[in-house]
């Protein structure tokens, strides 16, 4: 593992991101922060803590996709790929780097989302670790499975529609703002393709808001595993 490129990509494509780009930091914030106001107004208040937590895991999840999104278009567009090949660096490393990259632009979303926890008084000390380690599982998750699908595309003109569609679909329709409760267990299982899914499910476990889904973790294991293999395999690192 190439521990000076992981550091050296995440400060510039990550935390300097944050002062280049702006607009897209906010833009990040501002789609779960609807769907929290959503989802109070909607329930008189009586998910909003499930709200709270799910706009951390949607703000991590969402840019672990547009991680995927963006290695594809760097690997068609701009050949970016090429250059790293040349110098050594393997697939694994250019995963994790740009997984974190996308994790410390998401800093400043997670802040704010923070302070709303604070101020509802929804976390304990327990619960919040445990919680850290939910979000590291996610970003690994997520970003293993939208390097996967990434992997298969063509064209770049294909890549940020289809970055939309997969956020729609990995984000907003799993339990992810909602308690997976609710949902009947079969649909529950279709969700649970997803690693987003399984974290929900542990996080409002964890947080006291629903029943501990401990089944859950092992398909998130698997899930991580599975996917990363295949995300790396799909990247073709060098031409054969």
């Known amino acids: 593992m190439n521990l000076k490129f992981i550091g050296t990509f995440t400060w510039y494509y990550g935390i300097r991101s944050i002062k280049r780009g702006p607009s897209y930091i906010i833009s990040s914030i501002l789609y779960p922060l609807v769907f929290l106001f959503l989802i109070t107004i909607f329930s008189a208040g009586k998910y909003i803590d499930y709200a709270v937590i799910g706009g951390f895991i949607s703000i991590v999840s969402m840019n672990a996709i547009y991680s995927g999104s963006d290695m ?11 250059l790293f090949v ?15 990259s996308y994790l410390a632009s998401s800093l400043p979303g997670l802040a704010v989302y923070a302070v709303i926890g604070i101020l509802l008084g929804i976390f304990g000390i327990a619960s919040t670790l445990a919680f850290i380690v939910l979000l590291l599982a996610v970003l690994l998750g997520t970003m293993a499975i939208s390097f996967t699908i990434f992997g298969f595309i063509k064209h770049v003109r294909n890549i940020w529609g289809i970055a939309g569609i997969v956020s729609i679909l990995l984000t907003v329709l799993p339990p992810t703002f909602y308690p997976y409760t609710i949902l009947p267990k079969a649909l529950l299982y279709v969700f649970m393709i997803s690693p987003i899914t399984s974290v929900a499910m542990l996080a409002q476990g964890a947080f006291g808001l629903a029943p501990m889904a401990y089944y859950a973790i092992p398909v998130l294991i698997i899930e991580i595993i599975i996917f990363s293999l295949i995300g790396i395999k799909l990247m073709r690192w060098r031409e054969k």
């Open 72 to 82: 594809a278009f760097q690997r068609l567009q701009l050949r970016t790929q090429d």
């Open 86 to 100: 040349a110098t050594g660096i393997g697939p694994a490393d250019y995963m994790l780097a740009m997984g974190l």
